[in-house]
């Protein structure tokens, strides 16, 4: 106990010395949080419009106005051909292009079926197939209204889509827990292991090896101290989460702090094993660099694990981060309690006495 | 707790890397409160010798005890029993002065008020009071090392082991290092200094010569002078050196 006092106090004057890190530690979780969201936004918006209204009916002008009333949608042309607006399309004025026929209006009112045709652009796929999705909706609600109930016959069927717990499909809603685990990541992951190897750069860790202080001691002096400061960036994310975009207003403040915790004990010691395998900043960072964005990319941070294939769905249960993801979208959009997630909380937990316990025994002071 | 006057006893210590020998079948006695010189070109094997000695690395043979404790088993316990200075200045460079030395009583346990007494009277004896509170970087080469040698004896330890300790300072204040390795003689403390500034041999009681990872001479500088007719211990370093096959 007696030298994990003074090495715990070691690395807090190291750390409030340095002119650097503190300003990290704050602008980190702040510009990540809010600008991140703001930025990397997924939602579908203004998507451009081009109208070939044949009909010039007082019913495709309701159509037309319809569609620019949703938000969604800014009509760019209107075009008398096809071709026209196939051309605007091509020089990417447009994203999609909808064709009104000629006699809807009669049409309609005899009961005949109308067909319109939508075509999206789908270079950028995701707004040409959710716009496509949103135009065709607007479209179907449209014919229905028209037919009034029951339907009349050739109106096409409308699908409403149903999203529960984030009713709005609010991407930030979905961005928001994930960028809050990259704080963590980022803090409780890189920051003790780039202590630890500029301990072996420098040459201070020989002259703590040449010592009788503990290996544990060491370790933990740097677990504990760098667990603290991660929850302390976590806290000011969560409180960006909660205030700013209205996170977590379910509650289950404790499972998130437990859960936080847990993960931040676990990636500080995944740090300092790395750090027992490396000799250089350099070679660190690189390795962190690679399990981290392992960690990102295949954990269901930033894409669901339910989209993935099989096969990488069961490779995701030996990521920790997947349990901690879990434990977060949970209880940030579900309101989950402990019970409904011991599961991931049991996981998560084994994970990390387990890295921790690699980490003790792969330092060695003894070569 | 030692029976005999030896702080270190070195049999057949033997060190590998590879096919590499960088320490050959050594042998050899350190007495208590002697400054022992252990010498050797750059790459003739002291500091992995050294290391082995201080519980940083494993021998791959040969036995060793150092202040009663054998270097294969009990190297936790030499460690507390041993100060060590690194050729590469291996103090906290962004802590203050004061602070290395809270630290380092700290985690050899030195009882709280007996460390501020010896960091006082440490401060005082190097003329670093002035410097206490600015951080240990920014002071000259000559000054880090004077306080490194501080660190490492601050829990007055039984052996303290020097390795190349004033490299790259001047005369003057390799003299003045000199003077902190007697002191602390006086007090006790044995001293193991490897150094390839052959004038500084001098100073020792007894030296090691060592070429090529093997010892080809030990005894007392005088001994060794009169043994290979030479006039300085850098001219029997010179004969014992001219057979080695390593370069630097």
Known sequence: MGAFKFLFVKEIKQFFGNPFMPVVLILLPLLLMLVVPLAANMEIRDVRVAIVDRDCSDMSEQLVAKISESGYFILSSHEDTYAGAMDELGKGNADIIMEIPAGMERSVVRGEPVEIYIAANAVNSTKGSIGGGYLSSIVSDFSE?????????????????QFRYNPNLEYKLFMVPALMIVVIVL????????????????????????????????????????????????????????????????????????????????MAGFGLVISN?????????????????VFMLMSGIFTPVSSMETWSQYVTYCLPTRYFVNILRAVCL?????????????????????????????????? | M?????????????????????????????RRGEIFGFLGANGAGKTTA???????????????????????????????????????FALYGDLTVNDNMELFAGIYGVPKAEARSRIDLLLDRLSLMPEKNSPVKDLPQGWKQKLAFSVAIIHRPEIVFLDEPTGGVDPAARRQFWELIYEAVDEGITAFVTTHYMDEAEYCNRISMM??????????????????????????????ARGAERSE
Do not use: C
């Open chain 2, 211 to 240: 070429v090529d990872g093997r010892i080809d001479a030990l005894d007392s500088p005088h001994a060794l002078k009169e043994k290979y007719g030479a006039s300085s211990v850098a001219e029997v370093f010179d004969i014992l």
């Open chain 1, 145 to 161: 209204t028209l037919a009034g109930t029951p339907v009349a016959a050739g109106a096409p069927l409308t699908v409403v889509p």
């Open chain 1, 187 to 266: 803090v409780g992951g890189f920051f003790p292991t780039i202590s630890i190897v500029t301990e072996k750069e420098k040459g201070t860790i020989e002259q703590i090896n040449v010592s009788p202080v503990r290996k544990r001691d060491f370790i933990f002096s740097k677990v504990i101290f760098y667990g603290i400061l991660g929850i302390f960036a976590f806290t000011v994310a969560f409180l960006i989460a909660h205030f700013v975009y209205g996170l977590a207003s379910n509650g289950g403040l404790l499972e998130i702090y437990v859960s936080a915790m847990i993960f931040l004990v676990f």
């Open chain 2, 50 to 88: 050294m290391r082995m000695l201080t519980g940083l690395s494993f021998p791959t043979s040969g036995k060793g005890r150092v202040a009663g404790f054998d270097i294969w088993t009990q190297s936790e316990l030499i460690k507390k029993h041993i100060g060590y200075m690194s050729q590469k």
């Open chain 1, 334 to 367: 579900k309101g989950s309690s402990f019970a409904d997630l011991s599961f991931d909380f049991v996981m998560l937990s084994a994970f990390a006495v387990a890295i921790n316990a690699v980490a003790v025994i792969t330092y060695k002071k003894q070569s």
């Open chain 1, 277 to 293: 395998y490396s000799d250089t900043l350099l070679q660190s960072v690189f390795m962190m660099f690679f399990f981290v964005l």
């Open chain 2, 2 to 30: 030692e029976k005999s006057g030896y702080v270190i006893e070195v049999e057949h210590l033997t060190k590998r890397f590879g096919n590499f020998t960088a320490v050959d079948d050594i042998s050899f006695d350190v």
